[in-house]
Nanobody
């Protein structure tokens, strides 16, 4: 059982930046593909970004490409999401998740992930 704990959310003005962190409980962290999702009020949970086990490959949703960067530190069992040039439309609860599938499979949606964090709120004011 992998436990994931997100942190770093908060309130920021449009154009600002935040860095989310997700710490994993397991030493086997490096064996999982890691992803970030987000869910706005009244909407479905959407894919944001994914990173391969080694960190060499990343994929992003079109809506965040060029503004968000996913990274990981396997020595610290932590995955990050650097969010720059934030927009009010980025307001959501952000979740990290761990997948035992391939990196490509992990871009397909929520059902490709085995473990989820509790989420952290990001609010972007205009």
């Amino acid at each position: 059982q992998v436990q994931l704990v997100e942190s770093g959310g908060g309130l920021v003005q449009a154009g600002g930046s935040l860095r989310l962190s997700c710490a994993a409980s397991e030493r086997t962290f490096s064996t999982y593909v890691m992803g970030w999702f987000r869910q706005a009020p009244g909407k479905e949970r959407d894919f944001v970004a994914v990173i391969s086990r080694s960190g060499s490959r990343t994929y992003y949703a079109d809506s965040v490409k060029g503004r968000f960067t996913i990274s990981r530190d396997n020595a610290k069992n932590t995955v990050y999401l650097q969010m720059n040039n934030l927009e009010p439309e980025d307001t959501a609860v952000y979740y990290c998740a761990a997948s035992s599938r391939t990196t490509g499979q992990a871009t397909a949606g929520m059902d490709q992930y085995d473990y989820w964090g509790q989420g952290t709120q990001v609010t972007v004011s205009s």
